[in-house]
């Protein structure tokens, strides 16, 4: 398998500006192809935007699947040959969820709807219950979480186990105080996401304050050994970020002659603990 | 709660010169108890030495837990007022584990058995069936893996999810090839360990090249934020490096108002679709 160029789409968004964001959005998509890029990640609730002052504001600028954004997409999937992963504020009949959508030219081929929730959004998105959804496309297997998603290493364990070669997350990194020197938090823990899995990561994040809320604008593209092979970028940097990935790569997960990062697992050592230090926990509440 | 040193004792170790290797460590302990330390952590396999050529050269060096390492380490212990955590090669029974122990001045707190295997130690060790010990010292709740372990995220979860504040982990990194400019991928892992469970990892290595394999020296003190405290250091450095720890903020697991790093699992999702996963990997085969 020869390589394909992986594109992270770092915009600046505005919550509320529907119209802005997806013609920011749509510029990024046209400069991911003209870099030869062949999977566009977008950043979370792209559309939309993200510093929601409650549900009722959230809800105003949710869109169903089959909405204008990701119909938007779909059209842009085809004329650039791109297979597109971008975030949405989705509305699903009664339901708000912080989802994100795996579009080519044939449609939309996967939503995910993100199941840890980060701060505010659970007092404003529904979780979503099931898990990343692996798909095949035309340049690899592909899978997606979205941000908070990121930090709970048993998640990511879940496509990596059903053969996802990339993993695509729109995310948007609030900024937190970072030691002169260090990389933002989230990126390490990307890295390290990757290298337990061997497979590549492309994490596309957003810049523009919004609401008192700064971003880390931090896209970054690892390959399955946890190291940026684009990026990692800093705000205010906006643009599009690109990686030529052999996604064949990630099927070999030995790391010794002896060692392979998922057959080495312990699953019913795990299960069986784990099962007691939850039991554990709950009783103790 | 105070703070108090952490330290962990990079030692230049030979492997089968026993009474060399017990030397150089003590010195350190030394080290390590004149530098305020009330915790230190040692080398994987710290006696012995590791680059073993078969399972028989490594059980002539191998020792019970009350040999006269593990004795010695107790001697130290009382002496410097130090809660100990060292790699040993031990003999039990038949069996021969990759294990560490965790002493005080009242004795052998907890022996760990090394549960993920690296690379020809498959062919050495018994791998270990229990999971990382949890212990109350005089200065806070401490837990114990072994290098490789660490690479399991799963696995990590299980100390957290008990209450460990610091998670001691003796290793032996063997050097790798690491793109200019980035730390060793090892370090990467263990800060994105720390910072998904808030806890702190003091993270013990080794220098002196052995029968082909050279090792990182890349010792390394962690907050909950993932962090570096201390280090990380590098080869040829060896000595005692201390960090200051306020092990009470590992119980605080906050990182938001909303959120908590142990209570945001999910973990019946996780227990459903990992099995779904793990049956199909067995199926698969």
Not at 174 to 184: H, L, Q, S
Not at 254 to 265: C, F, G, K, P
Request: hydrophobic residues 45%; contains cysteine; proline residues 6%.
């Amino acid at each position: 398998m020869s390589s394909i160029g992986v594109a992270c789409c770092q915009a600046r968004l505005t919550v509320g500006d529907v119209d802005g964001n997806r013609a920011a959005l749509e510029r990024l998509l046209h400069e991911a192809a003209r870099n030869g890029a062949k999977v566009a990640v977008l950043p979370e609730l792209a559309a939309s935007g993200y510093a929601f002052g409650d549900r009722e504001e959230a809800w105003a600028w949710a869109e169903p699947v089959d909405g204008p954004t990701v119909s938007g997409w779909h059209a842009a999937a085809k004329e650039l040959d791109l297979v597109i992963v971008g975030g949405l504020c989705e509305r699903a009949d009664g339901a708000l969820h912080n989802s994100a959508v795996v579009v080519d030219a044939g449609g939309v081929r996967a939503v995910y709807r993100k199941v840890h929730l980060w701060d505010r959004e659970s007092l404003i998105f529904d979780p979503g219950e099931t898990p990343p959804p692996v798909v095949d496309t035309a340049v690899g297997r592909l899978s997606v979480v979205i941000c908070y998603d990121l930090e709970f290493p048993e998640w990511i364990r879940l496509p990596a186990l059903a053969g996802a070669e990339l993993l695509c997350a729109p995310v948007n990194w609030p900024a937190m105080p970072t030691p002169a020197g260090e990389r933002a938090a989230e990126i390490v823990r990307v890295q390290a996401d990757a290298a337990v899995n061997r497979m590549f990561i492309a994490a596309c994040d957003r810049v523009g304050g919004e609401r008192g809320v700064d971003w880390v604008g931090g896209s970054v593209i690892v390959d399955p050994g946890g190291w940026p092979l684009a990026g990692p970028m800093s705000a205010p940097w906006t643009g599009c970020l690109v990686a030529e990935c052999r996604l064949d790569e990630a099927r070999d997960k030995h790391v010794s002659e002896h060692n392979d990062v998922l057959a080495d697992r312990r699953p019913e050592l795990y299960r069986r603990f784990v099962d007691r230090e939850v039991r554990g926990h709950e009783a103790a509440r």
